[in-house]
């Protein structure tokens, strides 16, 4: 039984993992799109803090939180694909971050949206994230990316652009 139930969740992992794997081909390179740079993090001053806070260690944390609003009509960059897709990406960075993982508070996709996000050399992937991710709260909270910096990647057909 366990052999089987390992064997189903290799299957599982090796199914999630090649269906993350739809970044689309036709665009132009990273360094072409937006970056919106936050300051650095200062991981020495941050461990300090929270260490004299309760005068010991407590709980774990593992984000600084760092408000930012970034939406498509005003950020980052648009392009149209050769298959009549218009294809959104914005570049994070955060200096000296280990990993990156975003909250959505305004999270709506349209029938034909894909969304990705990925760190830079895209050993990490999600998405894509659909219509089917939609909930009625309209907020998605991404797991962790590793890395200091991640790319948003929107797919979407241009009719449903107005929709985002």
């Known amino acids: 039984m366990r052999k089987h139930?390992?064997?189903l969740l290799?299957?599982?992992s090796t199914l999630t993992l090649s269906a993350q794997v739809d970044l689309h081909p036709d665009v132009s390179d990273l360094s072409t799109v937006d970056l919106y740079k936050l300051p650095a993090l200062d991981n020495t001053q941050l461990q300090l803090r929270h260490k004299k806070a309760n005068g010991k260690i407590g709980a774990l944390r593992f984000a600084e939180q760092r408000d930012v609003s970034i939406l498509p009509h005003k950020h980052g960059t648009w392009e149209q694909t050769s298959d009549d897709?218009?294809?959104w990406r914005q570049r994070i960075l955060s200096p000296n971050a280990y990993t990156l993982n975003l909250g959505f508070t305004q999270f709506y996709l349209p029938s034909s949206a894909r969304l990705y996000i990925y760190n830079s050399d895209k050993s990490d992937i999600i998405g894509?994230?659909?219509t089917a991710d939609n909930e009625e709260h309209?907020?998605?909270w991404t797991p962790m990316v590793r890395g200091e910096e991640i790319v948003v990647e929107l797919q979407i057909d241009p009719n449903e652009k107005d929709d985002l």
Request: charged share 5%; hydrophobic share 65%.
């Open 10 to 12: 290799a299957i599982v």
């Open 85 to 87: 897709k218009l294809v």
């Open 128 to 130: 894509p994230l659909t």
């Open 138 to 140: 309209m907020q998605y």
């Open 5 to 7: 139930l390992l064997l």
